[in-house]
């Protein structure tokens, strides 16, 4: 049995056209963190790590005051894994959809699983330009003794768990196509798109680096959970799309099936 677990790791506080540019500008919302664990009964994978548990000390001043962070105890991901009988150590692969502080802030948790990440993404973030790099914390993500495969384009990592590229948001940016038995396809977009709004309005995100690239990426994912009747997670939002049409995340864990 294959389940995949949405695990919620604390949140942030920004303006809304951070998430939809020049819209909503001046509105302050809570931006959440989710992270994702696929346990299946041959392996266990998470799709990111969330915000470093030490981002006081880690982070750069004006990242923490343009995005103030908030994460409790109980959010820090090895204790939610802990919660789920599991360690870090037990964790087999680490997929980064992005270098983004929000997404591999806690890589330093998993010394043993092996990490994969987009190869533009890695050059990105190691040398990152004016225009990048507030949102790259290397003391996060560039640690000696983790294990990084460079992986380019589609890639399967496991029958039913397929990581594609979708940049936009960042040069290397990847999401997740997973197979469920009950869900059937489940997208985990990670921040290829944000919000529902991007989509329906459609309205670009408040970050990119390729508009264009950003808007194909979206529609990639689109059309996936159209074909196959799926679901959509995205990492910053509580709302995810159904063959139904949206629907709102329960507090806690959700398990997807
Ligand atoms: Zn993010």
Not at 144 to 169: A, E, M, R, S, W
Not at 211 to 224: D, G, T
Request: net charge negative.
């Amino acid at each position: 049995m294959r389940e995949v677990h949405v695990l919620p790791c604390g949140y942030e506080k920004g303006d809304m056209s951070s998430l939809t540019l020049l819209k909503h500008a001046g509105t302050s919302v809570n931006i959440p963190y989710h992270i994702y664990l696929i346990e299946d009964s041959d392996f266990t994978i998470l799709v990111d790590t969330g915000t470093s548990i030490h981002w006081r000390e880690l982070h750069p001043k004006e990242l923490n005051e343009a995005w103030p962070i908030q994460i409790e105890p109980d959010e820090y991901p090895d204790r939610i894994l802990d919660s789920l009988g599991l360690s870090p150590d037990d964790i087999d692969y680490v997929i980064n959809t992005h270098l983004h502080y929000d997404h591999c802030g806690n890589n330093a948790m998993f010394p043993k699983s092996t990490f994969l990440v987009n190869e533009d993404e890695v050059t990105h973030a190691l040398a990152p330009g004016w225009w990048e790099s507030l949102c790259y914390v290397r003391a996060v993500f560039d640690l000696p003794n983790l294990k990084y495969q460079k992986i380019n384009g589609d890639f399967d990592l496991k029958p039913g768990v397929k990581i594609i590229p979708t940049p936009g948001h960042t040069e290397g940016h990847q999401s997740v196509v997973v197979k469920l038995e009950e869900t059937g396809t489940l997208v985990l977009a990670g921040d290829a798109i944000y919000l529902r709004e991007n989509l329906e309005g459609p309205v670009l995100p408040g970050l990119y680096v390729d508009a264009k690239r950003f808007a194909r990426s979206m529609s990639c994912l689109q059309h996936i959970v159209d074909l196959a009747h799926g679901c959509m997670l995205l990492s910053h939002s509580h709302e995810y799309l159904s063959p139904q049409g949206w629907k709102l995340l329960g507090k806690g864990i959700s398990t997807f099936r």
